[in-house]
């Protein structure tokens, strides 16, 4: 292992799924990995302050399965072992989309699992935690990067730790996957260094969730259901999943005011009013487990790292810190994943260097442009709604066209459903769309309509 070490310590900001995932790809390339997190982190699955989000359906893509099963050996099983719903890729949930109720349903080949935030998070956390070189370290709130005064160099933070007093502790290189990147943008904003450009594209998402129990007349021929509205009129939408322990989580929302209240008889109403009736149909005689959650997200947001000159050197902002998807296409976690497993392969590529660190960043901030291409612009399928905010892509208008020509294809031809739903589950790259024979079948539908 000496000849793979790329320094003495690595520090990680935040135990969530980018900061979990970093850490299990750093222990390898370094003596000592900490990762500092605010939170109690609970022994058993269960919210936490730091991320309200885990309150909501949390789906993991086949990329993120397959990203994490990379990082920590055993992790589906360890999955399926803490109650996780294996589901039929393409069979077992039902996509409801307009013209297509449902979509086919189709065995496109594999598994994947259904299973709260919660227990995927404290799943991952099992394993960072039996790896002998990682330290996890809770209530530990990081105040401040540690760096250099025209901050050319990170070399540590400082953390206000259980007991309210600060601390620091020094580091060959941060990891901020703290999800705001705050920490980050401020030693880039106090060194007089420039702010990364940021893509926006605003949304106004207004999400509610509860929890049911199961019951037992519950529908055979389904285990999720997702249904989208009638855009560009229509922008509310539903995806209910199964989760550990017979239960089912269901999330409802809509865009730019058209938003579930809080309340239990509002949050039917609005299930009520969904395009179709499927899942007012499941819940509205079901057992509703604890009360209804709500969250927020006004828009997803890129930050190009990729295009500044310099960058501080010991430092990696990693996860949502860079870029934040809408909710709704699921894309979130898997990314994170993914983007540690390319910090993995980095480190064994700069391990042998001079100065692998200093390589660090920048190769990180290209290489990744290819592994966020295709999430970004599923993001930007939200530009079919008009009231969405941002630099609408020039080619919109055509990319729309095809998408449902190549939705007309993928129900009908059950090849291409399955290569969309690999390019859906982050496995391929949008790209495959561009094969020429597949372009030839879709573009004959599109002159059709
Ligand atoms: C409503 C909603 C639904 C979502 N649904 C899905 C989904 O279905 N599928 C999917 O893949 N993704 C989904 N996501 C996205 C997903 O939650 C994030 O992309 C993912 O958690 C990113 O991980 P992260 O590590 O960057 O941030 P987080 O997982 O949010 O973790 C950040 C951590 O840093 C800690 N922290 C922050 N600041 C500090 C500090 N100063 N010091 C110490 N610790 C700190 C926090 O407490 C937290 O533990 C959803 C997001 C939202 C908002």
Redesign the pocket.
């Known amino acids: 292992m000496a000849s793979t070490l790329v320094g003495k310590q690595a520090v990680v900001?935040?135990?969530?799924?980018?900061?979990l995932a970093a850490a299990g790809a750093l222990a390898d390339f370094f003596d000592q990995v900490v990762v500092?997190?605010?939170?109690t982190l609970p022994s058993e699955p269960a919210h936490r302050a730091?991320?309200p989000?885990a309150r909501?359906?949390?789906?993991?893509?086949l990329s993120?399965q397959r990203a994490l099963s990379e990082l920590f050996t055993g992790f589906e099983q360890d999955l399926a072992r803490a109650g996780a719903v294996p589901l039929r890729v393409g069979l077992d949930v039902r996509m409801e989309r307009p013209n297509y109720d449902p979509f086919p349903q189709r065995d496109l080949g594999w598994f994947s699992y259904a299973v709260s935030?919660p227990t995927i998070e404290r799943v991952v956390r099992r394993r960072v935690e039996s790896r002998a070189n990682i330290t996890l370290r809770q209530h530990?709130?990081?105040?401040k990067l540690l760096a250099s005064p025209n901050g050319e160099t990170v070399s540590g933070v400082r953390?206000e730790n259980d007991n309210g007093a600060s601390e620091t502790i020094a580091t060959d290189l941060v990891v901020d996957?703290?999800?705001?990147g705050a920490?980050t943008l401020d030693l880039l904003q106090s060194t007089g260094r420039p702010l990364p450009e940021e893509s926006t594209i605003g949304i106004d998402l207004g999400?509610a969730t509860c929890v049911f129990a199961i019951p037992d007349d519950a529908p055979t021929d389904w285990k999720g259901v997702m249904t989208f509205g009638q855009a560009p009129h229509d922008s509310r939408g539903g995806l209910m999943l199964p989760l550990e322990g017979n239960r089912w989580m269901a999330t409802i929302g809509g865009r730019h005011g058209d938003v579930p209240s809080g309340d239990a008889e509002g949050f039917l109403a609005y299930a009520r009013a969904l395009r179709t009736p499927t899942i007012y149909n499941a819940i509205s005689q079901a057992e509703r487990l604890g009360g209804i959650a709500r969250?927020g997200?006004r828009e997803s947001v890129r930050r190009h790292f990729e295009r500044l000159d310099e960058f501080p050197r010991g430092l990696l902002p990693?996860?949502?810190?860079i870029c934040?998807?809408n909710?709704v296409y699921?894309?979130?976690?898997?990314?994170?994943a993914q983007e540690a497993c390319l910090l993995r392969t980095l480190l064994g590529r700069l391990a042998g260097d001079s100065n692998p660190i200093a390589a660090l960043a920048p190769t990180f901030f290209a290489e990744m442009q290819t592994l966020i291409e295709t999430p970004w612009a599923v993001a930007t399928l939200d530009f079919v709604f008009p009231e969405t905010r941002g630099q609408r892509p020039a080619d919109f208008e055509t990319a729309l066209k095809f998408g449902i020509a190549l939705t007309r294809l993928a129900a009908e031809d059950p090849a291409v459903h399955k290569l969309t739903a690999e390019v859906q589950n982050l496995l391929r790259p949008r790209s495959a769309y561009r094969d020429p024979t597949l372009v030839r079948r879709v573009m004959a539908i599109m002159a059709e309509t």
Do not use: N
């Open positions: 900001i935040g135990a969530g799924m980018g900061g500092l997190e605010r939170d730091g991320t989000q909501h359906v949390h789906a993991l893509l993120g935030r530990c709130r990081v105040e953390y996957a703290s999800g705001s920490l999400y969250y997200f990693i996860a949502d810190a934040r998807f909710p699921g894309q979130g976690m898997s990314v994170a």
